[in-house]
């Protein structure tokens, strides 16, 4: 009988310690979290996981493109811009070099013109304005562009006998066989509206060997030879004859 009892209570005590050590088991994995060491779990996959937020924002747009892209410079008003341009062609006539330069810094057109057709290009080319005359042809004037009389710079400029300006205007390419309103070209405006002294020889000389043709006559049908034989310049009938 007391063999019994004693085995009875030890099985009682097993069973008790089996228990026991179940419990523990169940507390130890229900305590264990996802990346705590005491689990044994397939390593998580290497892709990473996107948030939503990071989902939300597109990636097809760069972030420095709003840094990058410049700005468009302001357009000035039309009113602005004219105020301007008649600024400068009023510097232009005054001769005024410094205020030109200045002027076409700030954005005046060289090309402008004012109520009589002159622009600061044609005004310089008309009155041997050299200097103010360059800075245009360095700002993009118009070659071509003529005046009232619808002649070119190189015209008026051959009437007056400005040499070095004439000099000018054909390298910069001027035509020279153009004819204004009157009929003329730059050949006949220097021998019909001058003296046909040693500046218009000169001038002439210029334009013969820039091409221009004293062939073409003028409204009442006479040559540049014929104007200068008829107005007794020898010399600049002489250098048309010796061409």
């Known amino acids: 009988m007391r063999r019994f009892r ?8 097993s069973a008790v310690v089996i228990a026991a050590a179940g419990v523990a088991a169940c507390l130890a994995a229900c305590q264990a979290g996802p990346g705590d060491p005491g689990r044994r779990e397939t390593p998580p996959s290497s892709a990473p996981v996107t948030s939503s937020a990071a989902a939300a924002t597109p990636t097809a747009v760069p972030t420095t493109a709003a840094a990058t892209t410049t700005a468009p410079s302001e357009t000035r008003a039309p009113e602005a811009q004219a105020e301007l341009d008649q600024r400068l062609i009023q510097a232009a006539k005054a001769n005024d070099v410094a205020m030109v330069a200045e002027l076409i810094r700030a954005g005046g057109s060289v090309n402008a013109k004012d109520a009589i057709e002159d622009s600061a290009f044609l005004y310089a080319g008309a009155e041997g304005f050299n200097e103010v005359l360059q800075l245009t042809l360095a700002a993009g004037a118009d070659v071509r562009s003529t005046n009232r009389f619808g002649g070119t710079a190189l015209i008026p400029a051959s009437e007056h006998g400005h040499v070095e300006t004439v000099r000018i205007l054909i390298a910069a390419g001027v035509p020279v066989n153009h004819v204004n309103n009157l009929g003329w070209t730059a050949m006949q405006e220097a021998i019909l509206l001058n003296n046909g002294g040693p500046r218009q020889q000169e001038v002439v000389r210029q334009l013969l060997a820039a091409g221009a043709d004293p062939g073409i006559r003028d409204p009442q049908g006479r040559t540049a ?5 008829r107005l007794g310049f020898v010399e600049i009938a002489a250098l048309i004859r010796g061409r």
């Open 6 to 13: 004693t085995w009875r209570r030890a099985r009682q005590v």
């Open 225 to 229: 030879l014929e104007n200068a034989e």
